[in-house]
C-alpha cells in the first residue's frame, strides 16, 4: 500500500495538517497499517518537494500549537487520478516460501511430500478457521480490517486450492546437474 498515494487522497478530500492526516489514516485502515507522525511528515515533505500538494495556511484550533495545512495541487489530483485508474496486481515473480520448500522437498528423496502437505494444510485449516472466527466478530460494512480479514481468507482458499492442485503432478525426473 503507498502511503503516498493515501495522504494524497486525503489532502483532495480536503486541506488537512500533518497530525489530522495521521488520524484520518489511521481511522480509515481501522489501524491495520500503523504510521507514525515521522512517516507522515516526511511523506508530506516529499510531496510537497514534488510540488503534488502546497501550503494552504496554518491550523490553531488543535492543540493550540499551530500546524501547516496541506491541499492537493493541480498536479497532484492528475498523479493520484492515474493511481486511482490504476489496476493492482500481485508481482509475476514473488517470491513464495512455501513453493521454494515444496519443490526442494519433491526432489529430496529423504523427505516426505506428501506429509509435508499435509501438515501444511492443517497449518492453513487452522489459519482459515481463526480468520472466520475473527470475520464473524466484524461488522458486514466494507471497512479496512474486514476488508483485509476477507483478503487473508480468500489467500488462504485459494492456497487451499493450490495444495490440491499440486499434489496431482507426477513427480518430477531427478536429474543431478
Known amino acids: 500500500m503507498s502511503i503516498k498515494f493515501s495522504l494524497l487522497s486525503l489532502l483532495e478530500e480536503q486541506p488537512r495538517a500533518v497530525g489530522q492526516l495521521r488520524t484520518v489514516f489511521e481511522a480509515r485502515t481501522s489501524a491495520t497499517w500503523p504510521i507514525n ?76 511430500t506428501p506429509a509435508l502437505i499435509l501438515r501444511q494444510r492443517q497449518a492453513l485449516m487452522a489459519a482459515l478457521r481463526e480468520a472466520t472466527r475473527q470475520k464473524a466478530a466484524l461488522p458486514a460494512a466494507a471497512t479496512a480490517d474486514r476488508l483485509l480479514l476477507e483478503h487473508r481468507i480468500f489467500e488462504l482458499e485459494a492456497q487451499g486450492r493450490w495444495l490440491d492442485h499440486i499434489e496431482t503432478l507426477p513427480a518430477p525426473d531427478q536429474e543431478t546437474p
Open 37 to 112: 507522525v515521522g512517516q507522515v511528515y516526511q511523506t508530506v515533505q516529499r510531496l510537497h518537494r514534488d510540488g503534488l500538494i502546497t501550503h494552504h495556511g496554518t491550523d490553531t484550533s488543535g492543540s493550540g500549537r499551530s500546524a501547516e495545512v496541506y491541499a492537493v495541487t493541480d498536479t497532484g489530483r492528475e498523479v493520484l487520478a492515474e493511481w486511482w485508474s490504476t489496476p493492482v496486481l500481485p508481482p509475476k515473480d514473488a517470491r513464495q516460501e512455501l513453493v521454494i520448500k515444496i519443490a526442494m522437498a519433491v526432489t529430496n528423496p529423504a523427505i516426505n
